[in-house]
């Protein structure tokens, strides 16, 4: 057992870390405010490659590992963790999916873009009646001749209206349930395909969450995504690796409200001294280190388990369980360490407060993942 990382995981985790603290930092209380999608860091995030870090170099891809990858969304995640939404998204779900399951044109044509963030994807499988559910798809896809038709609505898109490609998930044949339903790629500007409001969110303001409207939208055949009836298949193999990249972002929340924690706590005095030299402030420190360690360990493992052909549906799901409860109680926390101040933007921590909630509902909710872990645990 070796709990050493590499010295190029080193390298890519520190150059994440520099990119977080000169190129997000800036701006994140802003954008964060304004609702405003980090544009101009986004793009930047795809020249350094971190779009599409694990995908085939042949495609663009940094045909790094599930390690690498999860350590520049920890870091990417302390500063501003609605730019590493966007990130996650693009790598874990778009990206993975087209490069383990995709043809090779629609690899050349799409995947190639999505790797280098010349073009940005989104994932779409939920619905307003379909969310921990899955299976109970509305949207359609009617085959006819060379393409099929596609009708319905898909709710709480990320990157529902920065992308350009979207995978859309739909029921091709009701009778078939899940196993009649199939993974579209949809481009941006396709007849009848509507883009909705933005939602107006609790954290990752900054990301941008949109409902879209498909209305006899015509996706040629050569776009579906491996065999007809593979879509359900795709997207709960697609999620559980997501899954992976979500608990990291979860972890890097709650390491960046830990850090800053810790260091205010050893900056303000009260009654004479440092508050760190209060018991009760050292304690929180005490359980904020070891239960981030806790998290590390869970996200670590799962990465692993993904990098050497082991199932990682279970340890996937104990990560995301885990460090996303980190986060909420780390950045609760981590605000009650800063008084009055936490309270407050300039000191970062009430919004990682708000966006570590994310992590408990998104790409499976903490009570779908311990449907997930106790189903596994249970059968074994
Ligand atoms: C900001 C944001 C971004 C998102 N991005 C995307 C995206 O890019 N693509 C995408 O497809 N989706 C996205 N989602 C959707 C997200 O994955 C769903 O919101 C999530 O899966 C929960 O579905 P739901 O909202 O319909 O809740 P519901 O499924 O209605 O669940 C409501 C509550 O009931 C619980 N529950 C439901 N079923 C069970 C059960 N069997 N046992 C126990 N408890 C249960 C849930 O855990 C939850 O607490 C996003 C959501 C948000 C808020």
């Known amino acids: 057992m070796d709990f050493q990382l590499t010295e190029e995981h080193i390298m890519i985790r520190d150059a994440a870390r520099d990119f977080a603290n000169t190129e997000l930092l800036p701006g994140v209380i802003e954008r964060d405010e304004k609702q405003e999608f980090p544009k101009e860091q986004v793009k930047k995030m795809g020249e ?5 870090m694990m995908a085939s170099p042949e495609y663009g891809g940094g045909g790094m590992d599930t390690v690498a990858y999860v350590l520049a969304m920890e870091e990417i995640s302390k500063i501003d963790a609605s730019a590493s939404v966007v990130m996650s998204v693009n790598n874990s779900l778009v990206c993975w999916g087209l490069d383990t399951f995709g043809s090779p044109e629609q690899k050349e044509k799409y995947l190639s873009k999505l790797t280098t963030g010349e073009a940005l994807g989104a994932f779409c499988l939920s619905e307003p009646e379909a969310g921990s559910d899955a299976t109970s798809q509305k949207t359609t896809a009617i085959e006819k001749e060379d393409h099929y038709i596609l009708n319905g609505t898909k ?56 409902s879209l409207n ?11 995504i491996g065999e007809d009836g593979f879509g359900f298949k795709f997207a709960m193999k697609t999620l559980s690796g997501g899954r992976i990249g979500i608990a990291a972002q979860a972890l ?54 993904k990098d050497n052909g082991n199932n990682y549906d279970l340890s996937g799901a104990m990560a995301k ?47 779908i993942q311990k449907i997930v872990i106790s189903r596994s645990v249970l059968r074994d």
């Open 321 to 367: 369980l885990f460090a996303s409860k980190t986060a909420m109680d780390v950045t609760v926390e981590a605000v009650q360490v800063h008084g009055g101040n936490g309270y407050v933007k300039e000191y970062h921590v009430e919004r990682l407060m708000r966006d570590a909630k994310i992590t408990q509902i998104y790409e499976g909710t903490s009570e």
């Open 252 to 305: 890097g929340i709650a390491s960046g409200a830990y850090e800053l924690a810790k260091k205010y706590s050893q900056q303000r005095k009260s009654f004479g001294t440092e508050i760190c030299n209060h018991q009760a402030i050292a304690f929180k420190i005490a359980d904020m280190h070891t239960s981030i360690q806790a998290a590390r360990h869970l996200v670590m493992k799962a990465a692993w388990d």
């Open 155 to 210: 709710n709480w898109i990320t990157n529902g209206n920065s992308a350009d490609y979207y995978i859309v998930i739909a029921q091709t044949d009701r009778e078939k349930k899940h196993k009649g339903i199939n993974a579209f790629i949809v481009e941006k500007g396709s007849k009848g395909f509507e883009i909705g409001p933005k939602e107006n969110k609790l954290g990752i303001r900054g990301s941008d969450t949109h």
């Open 48 to 52: 350094l490659g971190f779009l599409g």
């Open 214 to 224: 498909f209305n006899d939208v015509k996706v040629p055949k050569e776009n579906r």
